[in-house]
């Protein structure tokens, strides 16, 4: 499973608009199952966190992919992103 690590110095370094396009591609990728596992958890975790560094297409992804989720796994995937910003 593929694994990305932004960190402050690195995140900086990049304009936010390509920091929403590479979080838009991780969710893709789980969403897809490109190179890893179909993750939609994952996906929507990826596509949340792109949305908010400003990408409107994540925020489509992201609510396409919330018609089809389980509340428990919305909730799930909100915690992530929200533990994932917390972080980072």
């Not at 979080?23 to 897809?32: E, P, R, S, V």
Request: proline share 0%.
């Amino acid at each position: 499973m593929a694994r990305f690590d932004f960190h402050e110095a690195a995140s900086g370094a990049i304009g936010a608009g390509t920091q929403a396009d590479v979080l838009f591609q991780l969710g893709m990728m789980y969403a897809t199952g490109r190179d890893c596992d179909v993750d939609l958890v994952a996906a929507h975790k990826w596509f949340n966190i792109a949305a908010i560094k400003g990408s409107g297409r994540a925020a489509e992804m992201r609510s396409e992919l919330a018609a089809g989720m389980s509340k428990a796994d919305i909730a799930r995937a909100l915690r992530a992103a929200r533990e994932w910003m917390t972080a980072h």
